[in-house]
């Protein structure tokens, strides 16, 4: 288990409607990315949070957008959901120790399931 | 083109087969890779990260060539439980963003 815990596990909304995902980082981490994960396809990286700042961001609309906690959970809210945006949402924790120090190994959730009919 | 590339496959081997994926990556900046390992309808988990000298875990041998942008995972004495989708990832160190590939599927047979 990585202690990556994410919620809802499965979810199903109806296209226009709004969502919002839930992840809770591994203990000690301070870093939260969300990916998407169409059938068939990598994760594509959506964005990540480190300390609780936007800190990248990958090619989503703006109706794509998240915050992190000052205990480093981290929510992602989905506006105006498109029957497209049916994926897995992936959740990853890892220990980013600012400029200049090593990047570590990024640890998932197990993914919320999220289809828009 | 992708900024990550990988066969897709599918690969299937016997069990003790020894199999090798590339995966190719475009951003010259890029400074950490790793392998995760994927199985169906679950979520990524690292196998192994990728250091510019090589490195070996096991069965599992992982390679970089940064002049010609390439990474390589080996896998030595295939088992039944390698069966999976194997993840190249490359990331450029605090830039935020790691890139995956869309994985390459081993299927692993009797």
């Known amino acids: 288990e990585t202690g990556v815990t994410q919620s809802p596990t499965h979810l199903i909304k109806t296209r226009g409607q709004q969502v919002t995902l839930r992840c809770s980082s591994q203990?000690?981490?301070?870093?939260v990315s969300w990916y998407q994960q169409a059938l068939g396809q990598g994760p594509q990286f959506i964005f990540q949070?480190?300390?609780?700042?936007?800190?990248g961001r990958g090619n989503f609309p703006p109706r794509f957008s998240g915050l992190q906690f000052p205990n480093y959970s981290s929510e992602l809210n989905v506006n105006a959901l498109e029957l497209d945006d049916s994926a897995l949402y992936l959740c990853?924790?890892?220990?980013?120790?600012?400029?200049?120090?090593?990047?570590?190994?990024?640890?998932f959730g197990q993914g919320t399931r999220l289809t828009v009919v | 083109r992708k900024e990550v590339e990988q066969d897709p496959g599918p690969f299937n081997v016997p069990e003790g087969a020894t199999v090798a994926f590339n995966c190719t990556y475009s951003?010259?900046?890029?400074?950490?890779f790793f392998w995760y390992r994927q199985d169906c309808r679950k979520e990524p988990k690292l196998l192994m990260s990728v250091y510019s000298s090589g490195n070996e875990d096991g069965r599992f041998t992982a390679q970089l060539n940064r002049a010609s942008q390439y990474i390589s995972l080996l896998i030595r004495d295939s088992k039944l439980s390698d069966s999976a989708t194997y993840l190249c990832v490359v990331k450029i160190t605090n830039a935020g963003k790691s890139t995956f590939g869309d994985g390459t599927t081993l299927t692993v047979k009797p």
């Open positions: 949070y480190y300390r609780e700042e936007e800190n």
């Open positions: 203990s000690g981490h301070n870093t």
């Open positions: 990853a924790s890892s220990l980013d120790r600012g400029r200049g120090g090593p990047n570590t190994e990024a640890f």
């Open positions: 951003n010259s900046a890029s400074q950490s």
